[in-house]
């Protein structure tokens, strides 16, 4: 196979990446398996994304794990993948913690269950001084709500005479959002042959460059990855204005 690492340009890495891990259920179908199957075996593509995201020098990777959707999805299937949330980061945290990978958590944190918040809690805690990569999980996590609350909060601010409802500026919002010590995306990856962004990062998606790929989760490696952001590298980031103000910049 073509070495794809070598035409990336390490100047135009996206410092953000993000990835909705979608299709474990029809992967593992697809075997004649149950859909947990899938769920199993594509914490090994985790594992080797966040691996190749600190060889690239990604500085922040979300990982779209768990949504407020999914707790609609049949018990059995919910209590297989809290129990292994929790089994994954017992495994891992050494090893993040060794690769200099800092754990955040974003989404509605109290809804899941104790020991799940327990792990989480110890993850962040152990990895809380590293300064490599930054893996932030979305758990339980609805865009809507977070914009939701993010209004209420400033709701109350301007109840509360803190500020004046004309004074609210965009930076005021984003400091609300469960986002507010990351950087938004410039780089959001959808697995599985969706095109579509489900409720993930609403608001800090607005200019990220989108990349959907058929591949299933469990089957997204290395190479998968290096294909994104080659095409990401292709793409004319001009944030509204025109291609000859952007050629000019980069003269």
């Known amino acids: 196979m073509t070495d794809l690492k070598s035409k990336i340009d390490p100047s135009r890495i996206p410092s953000h990446i993000a990835i909705i891990m979608d299709g474990n259920g029809r992967w593992a179908k697809e075997?004649?398996?149950?859909?947990?199957?899938?769920?199993?075996?594509?914490?090994?593509?985790?594992?080797?994304?966040?691996n190749t995201c600190?060889?690239?020098g990604v500085k922040y990777l979300t990982l779209y794990a768990f949504s407020t959707e999914n707790w609609n999805r049949?018990?059995?299937?919910?209590?297989?993948?809290?129990?292994?949330?929790?089994?994954?980061?017992?495994?891992?945290?050494?090893?993040?913690?060794?690769?200099?990978?800092?754990?955040h958590v974003i989404g509605d944190f109290a809804s899941l269950p104790e020991v799940c918040q327990k792990e989480m809690n110890e993850g962040m805690e152990i990895t809380g001084e590293n300064t490599g990569l930054n893996l932030v999980l979305a758990l339980s996590y609805s865009s809507r709500l977070e914009i939701l609350n993010a209004s209420k909060a400033l709701a109350s601010k301007v109840a509360k005479g803190e500020?004046?409802?004309?004074?609210?500026?965009?930076?005021?919002?984003?400091?609300?959002?469960?986002?507010?010590?990351f950087p938004d995306p410039e780089l959001m990856i959808r697995t599985?042959?969706?095109?579509?962004?489900?409720?993930f990062l609403l608001y800090q998606l607005a200019y990220a460059e989108l990349y959907f790929t058929p591949v299933h989760w469990p089957d997204f490696r290395k190479d998968n990855l290096f294909?994104?952001?080659?095409?990401?590298?292709?793409?004319?980031?001009?944030?509204?204005?025109?291609?000859?103000?952007?050629?000019?910049?980069?003269v």
């Open 163 to 181: 500020l004046l409802a004309e004074n609210i500026t965009e930076e005021d919002f984003k400091s609300c959002l469960d986002t507010c010590n």
């Open 192 to 199: 599985s042959g969706e095109s579509r962004i489900s409720n």
């Open 54 to 56: 600190g060889e690239l």
């Open 227 to 250: 294909e994104a952001v080659l095409d990401y590298q292709k793409r004319e980031r001009r944030f509204g204005k025109t291609s000859d103000q952007i050629q000019k910049t980069t």
């Open 74 to 103: 049949p018990k059995a299937e919910v209590d297989a993948l809290m129990e292994l949330l929790v089994n994954t980061i017992r495994k891992e945290v050494d090893d993040l913690k060794k690769n200099n990978v800092k754990l």
């Open 31 to 50: 075997r004649g398996q149950e859909r947990v199957y899938g769920h199993y075996e594509g914490v090994v593509s985790v594992r080797e994304i966040v």
